[in-house]
């Protein structure tokens, strides 16, 4: 058999190309990130990625938000992907402990991690080891009018006792002191959990959330005496208002404060207010000297303990930690960067927010509906509510989620 000079040189390259097209390792992903923006950022993210690896395809699994939270408590066990997205502290917990996520530590380790990922470091970690790599998160934080805060003749607080004193003036200007809407519970939960870390700290915030401290602690009831000064100058109707209704209050001028997260500048703007007219604030300090914790829902990737490709997996999660692929990831999300070297364009409201993460000494804690369980969430969510309309009732409250909890505990 002959073979020409033309078959001969493309049985060769043949021969070569089909190691080297064998040799590319696949790496797959399960995300929820189905929204147009996140999707569009995590094109973006895995494209550079296998660009700067070109030995590696990416294969991803897109899920929708809801079917997600079921879908990986059984991909987990039946059918691992090699990356999975999910959510930092108490939230990450349970798969720690069966065993289903992997401990990276090394990754942390190896590329600096504890340095320039620190604002959330505490929150990714659980027996002294991490166990995966945030890499967006926004901040939560008191709203405020500025010309209802003018009008008023009221300086911006620094202290709690100081916006406590402020409340009496905004009443006396026919303003609420502070507004939420309490119709859906959450917002509840947001103005509970500051105050708890403000009068307790991060790490009693965690253990109640995680159902090691009763409800009925003296701890627990100083937070509530925090609350009740504020009660009496919120929002009266709040338990019949969405948040966005609140929010239309703050807009209004009929009231001057609002706890709350970032997303809902796009709702204060849309009202039409301007950087001029509103402003941002942390969370008054409350026990002086207290190391400040901050509240700031954190999402994150981790590598399950049934990866296929874990050296690639931990590959993924180095590059996703890097300054700049979470600078170009969080300028498409709208959010913010952990690792403290990245950067934020020019929205206040962003740049104040990665300052007040990026210095938070005491910890950062995820929302109170993700840190505590989800039937603990619920009961202590209804309680919230009642204490904010009837404060008086306190005591029966704090026995009902002192019941739930103990129930769960065992």
């Not at 993210?45 to 990986?72: M, Q, S």
């Not at 991490?130 to 209802?148: A, E, L, M, R, S």
């Amino acid at each position: 058999m002959k073979f020409t000079k033309a078959a001969l040189l493309g049985a060769l390259m043949l021969s070569v190309a089909v190691p080297a097209m064998a040799q590319q390792r696949s790496l797959v992903i399960n995300t929820d990130t189905s929204d147009p923006a996140p999707k569009a950022a995590f094109e973006a993210l895995i494209a550079d990625f296998e660009a700067a690896n070109p030995d590696v395809k990416v294969t991803v699994n897109l899920f929708d938000h809801e079917g997600y939270k079921t879908a990986i408590r059984n991909f987990l066990t039946a059918d691992s992907p090699d990356l999975a997205n999910w959510y930092a502290g108490n939230r990450m917990a349970p798969f720690v402990k069966a065993g289903q996520f992997t401990d990276v530590s090394d990754v942390w380790a190896e590329n600096g991690l504890n340095e320039s990922l620190a604002s959330a470091a505490s929150s990714m970690t659980i027996d002294g080891k991490q166990w995966g790599v945030p890499y967006t998160y926004y901040q939560w934080g008191i709203y405020f009018n500025k010309d209802v805060y003018k009008a008023a003749g009221v300086d911006v607080p620094k202290t709690w006792d100081e916006f406590v004193a402020n409340c009496a003036k905004f009443q006396a200007a026919g303003v609420d002191c502070l507004t939420t809407g309490s119709k859906a519970l959450w917002p509840t939960a947001g103005i509970f959990d500051y105050l708890d870390l403000r009068t307790n700290g991060y790490d009693f915030h965690m253990q109640l959330t995680s159902g090691d401290i009763p409800w009925t602690d003296d701890r627990v009831k100083a937070v509530f005496a925090e609350w009740a000064k504020v009660v009496p100058y919120t929002t009266a109707n709040h338990a019949a208002i969405d948040w966005q209704d609140a929010a239309a209050l703050l807009v209004q001028g009929k009231a001057a404060n609002y706890v709350m997260g970032n997303f809902a500048v796009a709702t204060f703007k849309d009202g039409g207010m301007t950087n001029d007219s509103l402003g941002f604030m942390p969370f008054p300090e409350i026990t002086p000297g207290l190391a400040r914790a901050e509240e700031a829902p954190t999402d994150t990737i981790h590598i399950p303990a049934g990866a296929k490709n874990v050296a690639d997996a931990k590959k993924f999660l180095a590059f996703l930690a890097s300054a700049d692929q979470q600078t170009k990831l969080n300028e498409a999300l709208g959010q913010l960067p952990i690792n403290k070297d990245a950067s934020v364009g020019d929205d206040p409201f962003l740049q104040a927010g990665f300052e007040l993460l990026s210095t938070a000494d005491g910890g950062i804690a995820q929302f109170f509906d993700r840190d505590a369980s989800a039937e603990m969430a619920k009961i202590g969510m209804e309680g919230f509510q009642e204490f904010m309309v009837k404060p008086d009732r306190l005591d029966a409250i704090l026995e009902r989620l002192e019941k739930t909890r103990a129930r769960l505990a065992k």
